[in-house]
């Protein structure tokens, strides 16, 4: 998916929602960097069950080498990604920022 994803980037098939929207506003995360983060980036969950498109828990960094938590969906049929949410993880609730504590 990850690459699909990339892909759908790169070709600006993107939709953001209000809360990935409000969230990178709130982390002070630019687009760019969340993009970046995304092509060098890694699937470190994967929620297939989702809906209405299976989506994906994707870690990758800033430029200046920041960690960044973004989920992705992407709809088969038109190619889109949808940005749902992103954010700057809490070092209290992951460790090396790919795996939650309990």
């Given at each position: ?45 994967e ?29 088969e ?26």
């Amino acid at each position: 998916m990850l690459d699909k994803i990339i892909e759908a980037i790169q070709n600006k098939k993107i939709l953001i929602t209000d809360h990935a929207d409000e969230e990178a506003e709130n982390d002070q995360l630019t687009f760019d960097e969340i993009y970046f983060s995304v092509f060098n980036g890694e699937i470190i969950e994967e929620y297939p069950c989702d809906k209405p498109y299976p989506s994906c828990l994707i870690y990758g960094e800033t430029f200046s080498g920041e960690p960044i938590h973004s989920v992705w969906a992407f709809n088969e049929q038109s190619k889109w990604a949808v940005l749902i949410t992103v954010y700057r993880p809490d070092p209290n609730k992951w460790i090396n920022w790919r795996k939650r504590r309990k």
